[in-house]
């Protein structure tokens, strides 16, 4: 196992709010493969450092995470969040280069509710020619069914 480095980036301040993320670069020779990662958390809890000991574990093997904030249920509705992570999925694309990060190997993973959101984000439509090729998407464990109470 190597010993990863861990950076605390802003990307992104929306309504007077901060959103950042960590990134875990893993002690590697030459381009590793990154992942996107959005904490589950029931919507309402959880940040960053959730999954910090999953996260260092992938770095510690070579894979590299960056691992975001976004606005909460208690702070912002739907679709905030998802928009959240979808800014920073493509702020991390567009600043790959400037963070030393082969942009064909970024993918995207999320647990529980941030794999619901996960996939949210990656399911939506391309915004343009440089978005026209999708990544793979882990979604961990994801929130996929809502039952009413009579089931």
Request: charged share 20%.
């Amino acid at each position: 196992m190597t010993n990863p480095s861990v950076e605390d980036i802003p990307y992104r301040t929306i309504n007077g709010t901060e959103l950042k993320a960590w990134l875990y670069r893993p002690d590697t020779t030459g381009p590793a493969p990154f992942v996107v990662d959005a904490h589950g958390g029931a919507w309402g809890r959880g940040d960053r450092l959730s999954s910090e000991v999953i996260h260092r574990d992938f770095a510690e093997n070579g894979i590299g995470v960056f691992a975001l904030d976004f606005r909460l249920s208690g702070e912002a509705q739907f679709p905030a969040p998802v928009e959240d992570i979808n800014y920073g999925v493509r702020w991390f694309k567009a600043n790959a280069s400037a963070l030393g990060v082969e942009i064909s190997l970024i993918g995207g993973m999320g647990s529980s509710s941030g794999g619901q959101q996960m996939g949210l984000v990656r399911s939506l439509p391309p915004t343009n020619a440089t978005q026209q090729r999708k990544r793979p998407c882990l979604m961990w464990m994801p929130v996929s069914t809502f039952l009413s109470p009579a089931g």
